[in-house]
């Protein structure tokens, strides 16, 4: 079965208005009140011609705007003759189609605008069967008002279905299967996945996680010399790239640069999306990466912390990165935020300030999961050498007859682990260690 998607539903080089109600007790701003959702129809390759702002304490049932502002939107596309509505929510079914029927003119929500962006930006097979997996959830309760041919029956005399059968059941049936083989292929990718994160578990890694365009592309490339894309827009990025990070006096890392997040991101795409944060929720550290000169930065990562905590990860957990402190017009903001958030670290992707606190913090809280410890093993007993010269910091090295004996720093998930290579390990003191890791050998 094809991809079941009107081409018509596609953002790219439509004439576009943008409508928003906000609720005068959100808190919201109406003078930005456009400025997320006017990114992400430019985003998608749209020109913005319009812009209607309704403030109610809530949405209207049956066109979620109200019957004047309804009327001044038609008023807006005769005059701009734009070809495509944009609303910065989430309509129901009904709503969309009544505000087609009063406005002629094509309408999308929230949701459908980013899964748009997404599916212009999957590269990957996992990200274009998690995007497609993503429409199609979308898609399914909205069958009706989006295709003109399904209220037409088909079968008829001599095919055995008396008076046929509505073709609305046939697609939501190929939509079901299409659903159910995405869901399988998907669970093989989220398997093959979890494999490769868990054999990066001789390793320390670090991913950086944050509201869409905070700049954590352009801060892994100044960081590791990547060549990650990067673009001053929504979802650049949404497959996850990791590359090596060598930290002065510590040594290498493996740093990881995961999808962005926003406002209201789609349910469907949250769930789509779990395998491929997975990179978040195995990582010894997040760096929660936040664009401390975008007037919402604060609301952003509440946002980002949400959208954690639906993943399984442990939002109080990652450093905080105030990135972009060169873009900041008003220095006292970002004094707020390093008020509220006093272990922060401030920095500039992009001119590459702050890097040196950035290190330090990340070492400083890497350290707190290594231990000093004592590793004697058979002098001739290369495993263990080569293990320690790779993932342990080797202090002193003293040979006692046919036996070496090392003096460590050490991962303690690790520590056990050498045991198992016939290695004798205990705390500096000759204290026993405690078992703090699953089999690594």
Same mark, same amino acid.
């Given at each position: ?300 990562? =509440?946002? +980002?912390?949400?959208? @954690?905590? *639906?993943?399984?990860? &442990?939002?109080?957990?990652?450093? %905080?990165?105030? #990135? ?35 290190? =330090?913090? +990340?070492?400083?809280? @890497?350290? *707190?999961?290594?231990? &000093?410890?004592?590793?004697?093993? %058979?002098?001739? #007993? ?60």
């Amino acid at each position: 079965m094809g991809e079941p998607q009107r081409d018509k539903l596609k953002v790219q080089s439509r004439k576009c208005v943008i409508v928003a109600v906000i609720d005068p007790l959100s808190g919201r701003s109406r003078e930005r009140a456009f400025d997320e959702m006017e990114g992400l129809v430019t985003t998608a390759g749209s020109e913005v011609v319009g812009k209607i702002l309704q403030v109610r304490d809530k949405p209207d049932a049956a066109t979620y705007i109200g019957k004047g502002k309804l009327q001044e939107l038609k008023d807006l596309i005769g005059v701009t003759e734009a070809d495509l509505i944009a609303f910065d929510a989430d309509l129901s079914p009904s709503q969309g189609k009544k505000i087609e029927e009063a406005t002629k003119t094509q309408v999308v929500d929230r949701s459908e605008v980013i899964l748009d962006i997404f599916a212009t930006h999957a590269r990957s097979y996992e990200s274009k069967l998690q995007v497609e997996l993503a429409q199609l959830l979308y898609l399914r309760p909205r069958l009706t008002r989006m295709w003109t041919h399904l209220e037409r029956i088909s079968g008829g005399i001599g095919s055995g279905k008396g008076p046929g059968e509505k073709q609305l059941e046939t697609d939501r049936r190929l939509v079901d299967r299409r659903i159910s083989e995405l869901r399988r292929r998907l669970e093989d990718v989220v398997e093959r996945r979890e494999r490769q994160v868990a054999a990066r578990t001789q390793h320390m890694t670090v991913s950086l996680v944050g509201y869409t365009n905070a700049g954590k592309s352009t801060l892994m490339n100044a960081l590791t010399g990547a060549e990650v894309y990067t673009a001053d827009k929504l979802f650049a990025t949404l497959d996850t790239r990791t590359r090596k990070w060598t930290l002065p006096n510590w040594g290498s890392v493996l740093l990881s640069d995961t999808v962005g997040f926003i406002r209201d991101l789609p349910h469907h795409l949250v769930a789509s999306f779990k395998s491929t944060l997975s990179e978040a929720r195995y990582a010894d550290l997040l760096l929660h990466v936040v664009d401390c000169a975008h007037p919402d930065a604060a609301d952003q990562i =509440e946002t +980002v912390n949400q959208v @954690l905590n *639906d993943v399984g990860v &442990d939002s109080d957990d990652p450093i %905080l990165v105030l #990135n972009k402190i060169d873009a900041a017009e008003d220095r006292a903001k970002i004094d707020v935020l390093r008020a509220k958030y006093p272990t922060s670290i401030s920095v500039s992707a992009k001119e590459q300030i702050g890097f040196d606190k950035l290190r =330090e913090a +990340v070492c400083s809280r @890497l350290a *707190d999961g290594y231990l &000093d410890a004592r590793v004697e093993a %058979l002098a001739g #007993n290369g495993k263990v050498h080569a293990f320690l010269s790779e993932h342990a910091e080797v202090v002193n090295t003293e040979y006692e007859d046919s036996n070496v004996v090392y003096e460590c720093r050490i991962p303690k998930r690790f520590a056990y682990g050498l045991t198992q290579a016939g290695a004798n390990v205990t705390n500096m003191d000759g204290s026993p260690i405690e078992d703090e890791s699953e089999d690594q050998w």
